[in-house]
């Protein structure tokens, strides 16, 4: 499971238990402590859902929910809200702000987690699915392999995880940076030129006689996985 989980909250120890609890569920994730914060991110990042905490220092989180629900680019983001507020009224409001799901504080991080994940299902179900397949290419999250057609293919832990975030997104164009961001991390000092050298590494492992090769490369923009349309 390799979908983006947005964790604004600014309690530190909630956000550390959140973010260790997410990650150990295979979330990458990223964290803001202000509502500002997060929508920085937000537009940055384009987060597969959004945990956000009801009181926040400056802007609320009901505020923060409002503002993402009005902008077009990131009115279809779920948007799970954590409140130590249980009155009915309370849950009424965050609803109808436009949050997804709503969660009182104190909760059950394994009752958070079915229902982040069941919001997943229905949102992003490339991001949550055990296989993911495309053409006659096929990843098998359970058992962590990699086959084409009748063959298995050999791929490195760099490049399963490379291979792995292009066919989240099939047909769709990504940057060198989208890559780095999504395959080794924000905070990773990685020139752009390595992207370069693992996608030319994938396509060794996948590409046998006379196959296609899966991965296009867009001259100035990045790559995308999949074939020509037409073909």
């Known amino acids: ?7 604004v ?23 803001a402590e202000t509502g500002e914060e997060a929508e920085i991110l937000v ?21 923060i929910c409002r503002r ?9 983001i779920p948007i ?6 249980g009155e009915e009224g309370d849950r009424i409001r965050g609803l109808a702000t436009g949050a997804d799901d709503y969660v009182v504080k104190p909760f059950s991080l394994p009752e958070l987690m079915a229902r982040v994940k069941a919001i997943l299902r229905r949102a992003a179900p490339d991001r949550v699915s055990d296989v993911l397949q495309v053409g006659d290419i096929m990843l098998d999250r359970l058992a962590h392999k990699v086959t084409r057609g009748l063959r298995d293919v050999s791929v490195g832990p760099t490049e399963y995880r490379l291979l792995e975030f292009l066919m989240e997104s099939p047909g769709r164009v990504l940057s060198r940076a989208q ?3 999504g395959v080794w991390g924000r905070d990773a000092f990685v020139d752009e030129r390595t992207v370069d050298v693992h996608i030319g590494r994938l396509r060794k492992s996948l590409i046998r006689g006379k196959e296609r090769d899966p991965i ?5 923009s990045g790559y995308v996985f999949g074939e020509p349309p037409g073909r």
Not at 9 to 18: I, M, N, R, S, V
Not at 216 to 220: K, L
């Open 1 to 7: 499971m390799t979908a983006r989980v947005l964790i």
């Open 9 to 31: 909250e600014d309690e530190g120890p909630l956000a550390e238990l959140l973010r260790y609890n997410f990650e150990a569920e295979g979330f990458r994730v990223s964290h």
């Open 80 to 85: 799970v809200m954590l409140t130590a507020r």
């Open 68 to 76: 993402l629900r009005a902008r077009p680019e990131t009115r279809s």
């Open 216 to 220: 296009r490369t867009v001259r100035g």
């Open 179 to 181: 890559l780095l961001d």
């Open 43 to 63: 537009r940055e990042e384009r987060p597969d859902l959004v945990v956000l905490d009801w009181m926040l220092p400056q802007a609320s989180g009901i505020e």
